[in-house]
């Protein structure tokens, strides 16, 4: 069947501009990190594209190497904007990156013109779009100078193969160094994706500070700390689980000191009418400087739940100082490497 996007789809949603920039996104974005790879069916994910652009959301998020495999949630992303979004593709902020492995060799991975240029091929290829509407730098290379790495974004939007550029997991350091580099060369620098979530504030001494000062956006992923800030380990760690897998979220984490955190901040939730998740991802833009958090969905469900965070983003200063008290690093920034030089 044919599928009809919803008439009333930008009636509800909230949309922010991308720092100084023209560019505006959703108030929640989605994800495609986690379960749009080969080892979901399609269908599933399917019917999650299509809801998420019912409400608006007109942001999807992908890099190269999201999947499992590598590669598989672009090329699935890409049937999926082939069967169903392809007459609505100038309503779409498509998104890639480049910067962890994908192929052997010491030209698949890093910052390194060579990669970042042939894995821009590569994403548009399984995606079948002639430009992604943003391209980042998925990393920080320390042993490539800054200049190649910003050099290649910049030809990306030469070429015509990207509207806008990023950067993700920076420091406030090197994203001026960035910035500098980017203005001169007279490239559309408008976003930084950084990590952030009531478990991992690492954003706030300094970055968000520089992006605001610069006039760069902010669009922040695992808000839900990889599933920490859900109900799902409430009672400790369910089989099935990210964490009983031992991928990218680790059971050590959830501790009995992570576990009362959680709790507590739950009961903060529930007095104010919503679900943790929906107290974390409204958290993350009670900033005006985070344009949007993005999101990831195993299930229309899920999905639906999420976007709601959006119906209450209202805080009062004792609000945010409660939370305060139980919103404390929990040593969760597995992506802190990148983001220390």
């Not at 986690?34 to 594209?49: E, K």
């Not at 100038?90 to 013109?113: C, H, Q, T, V």
């Not at 990590?195 to 956006?217: A, H, K, V």
């Not at 992923?221 to 990218?248: C, K, V, W």
């Amino acid at each position: 069947m044919t599928y009809v996007p919803a008439d009333d789809r930008y009636e509800h949603m909230r949309y922010r501009r991308s720092g100084r920039s023209g560019l505006q996104l959703p108030g929640v974005s989605l994800g495609l990190w986690q379960n749009f790879g080969y080892d979901r069916p399609l269908d599933t994910s399917r019917a999650i594209v299509r809801r998420a652009f019912d409400l608006g959301v007109t942001h999807f998020d992908l890099a190269n190497n999201y999947g499992p495999p590598y590669g598989s949630a672009e090329d699935n992303f890409g049937r999926l904007l082939q069967q169903d979004l392809a007459p609505h593709r100038d309503e779409l902020i498509i998104s890639s990156k480049a910067g962890y492995d994908m192929w052997p060799g010491p030209y698949g991975e890093w910052g390194s013109r060579k990669y970042v240029l042939a894995s821009l091929d590569q994403s548009l290829g399984r995606v079948g779009v002639d430009y992604f509407d943003i391209f980042y730098s998925h990393r920080f290379d320390p042993d490539t100078p800054l200049e190649e790495t910003m050099g290649a974004l910049d030809t990306a939007v030469r070429q015509g193969k990207a509207l806008y550029v990023g950067i993700s997991s920076y420091s406030a350091a090197k994203t001026r160094e960035a910035h500098a580099i980017l203005r001169e060369l007279g490239t559309p620098f408008v976003i930084h994706q950084p990590s952030y979530s009531m478990l991992n504030r690492w954003i706030e001494p300094e970055l968000l500070d520089t992006l605001g000062e610069l006039g760069i956006g902010c669009i922040v992923f695992s808000p839900l700390a990889q599933g920490m800030l859900t109900d799902r380990y409430l009672n400790g760690i369910p089989e099935g689980s990210r964490a009983s897998r031992h991928g990218s979220l680790s059971p050590d984490l959830i501790d009995d000191q992570a576990l009362a955190k959680i709790r507590a901040l739950n009961e903060i939730a529930s007095r104010r009418g919503q679900t943790l998740a929906q107290l974390a991802l409204a958290w993350t833009l009670r900033d005006p400087r985070v344009t949007s958090t993005l999101i990831g969905a195993s299930s229309v469900e899920q999905l639906e739940a999420n976007v709601a965070a959006l119906d209450n983003l209202d805080f009062s200063n004792e609000d945010l100082a409660e939370i305060d008290q139980y919103a404390t690093e929990a040593d969760i920034n597995i992506w802190a490497e990148s983001s220390k030089t």
